[in-house]
């Protein structure tokens, strides 16, 4: 244990990306449109669930949620990225970037959660059509918010404040865009080894079996779609399930492929580039996905 002073660290260095300025001011009004879709896109599915009643069920319920997140997803990190860019000024205070941290945990695991939700909310719509209103009830639903709320806030608290009391004696320079944790453990000079392996088995575990439940979940709703006999009602089925589907090969997508791919000395930046795709790609074309692919919710645009 070393015996670096905890309080003397009141802030850190961002490095977001390694660029020239004009690819940086690119970056920025790209980023920039990217986080205003995403703001104005997710809310209006907010706003939508919320006042149109033939979208209060459990699958727009879900969505909302999802959409609820991704506007605190990409306002937890994306201002401070385009005010770096802006105005070259790469600190961040000591306090705003534990706070960014806990936003960044939340989210992701909150994210995490209600893509399972809705992936079992359309096994028992297309398995059990007929137990659907008996199994997913108003209180089933609301019991499963609150369960992933108070899991995810309990989890990024709890990583939020171990880092937090971690020494940063050598450097404060964060190679991230964000205050992600993995960087700032890097960053330290304390021992982290038991944080890095609470880490390792709660990234295998909750994105792993979150992904088990998705695919078996898919693999006996395609199964009851292939034994239907009406190609209506097979078609009907599996649009009730694509923006689902594309919303978890975008989300997952990346993500495996960032844990799977192999290291290099161009590792860093292609994590950026990655971390960039789930957090800001992600929450801006969810609203586009379920919006364009779903007759309901066009039909409820339409007449709000």
């Not at 970056?27 to 920039?32: A, D, H, V």
């Not at 939340?106 to 209103?133: E, K, Q």
């Not at 944080?195 to 088990?212: A, G, R, T």
């Amino acid at each position: 244990m070393n015996d670096c002073d905890i309080s003397a660290v009141t802030e850190f260095s961002l490095s977001p990306f390694s660029t020239s300025r004009m690819n940086e001011i690119l970056i920025f009004w790209g980023f920039s449109v990217m986080y205003l879709l995403a703001v104005v896109g997710n809310m209006i599915i907010v706003v939508l669930v919320c006042s149109v009643p033939q979208l209060h069920t459990p699958m727009y319920f879900f969505l909302c949620n999802l959409s609820s997140v991704d506007i605190v997803y990409v306002s937890a990190i994306l201002p401070k990225m385009l005010s770096i860019i802006l105005t070259e000024d790469k600190t961040i205070s000591f306090y705003g970037c534990m706070t960014q941290l806990c936003f960044f945990l939340f989210c992701g695991d909150s994210d995490i959660f209600i893509l399972t939700f809705m992936a079992y909310d359309r096994y028992v719509a297309v398995c059990s059509p007929l137990h659907y209103t008996l199994i997913m009830t108003r209180r089933v639903c609301w019991i499963l918010v609150t369960s992933y709320v108070i899991l995810s806030v309990a989890n990024s608290v709890m990583f939020t404040m171990m880092t937090s009391t971690l020494s940063f004696c050598y450097s404060r320079l964060i190679n991230h865009f964000f205050c992600e944790i993995i960087p700032l453990l890097l960053l330290s000079s304390s021992d982290t080894e038991n944080m890095n392996m609470i880490i390792m088995v709660e990234d295998f575990c909750l994105p792993v079996l979150s992904l088990v439940i998705i695919l078996i979940s898919y693999a006996r709703i395609i199964y009851t779609i292939f034994k239907m006999r009406s190609s209506r009602g097979q078609m009907k089925a599996f649009s009730s399930c694509s923006s689902h589907i594309i919303t978890v090969l975008l989300f997952y997508g990346p993500s495996i492929y960032m844990y799977m791919k192999p290291e290099s000395k161009h590792s860093k930046e292609q994590d950026k580039i990655l971390s960039m795709f789930y957090v800001a790609v992600v929450p801006m074309l969810n609203p586009f996905v379920y919006s364009l692919r779903n007759k309901e919710v066009l039909g409820a645009a339409r007449k709000t």
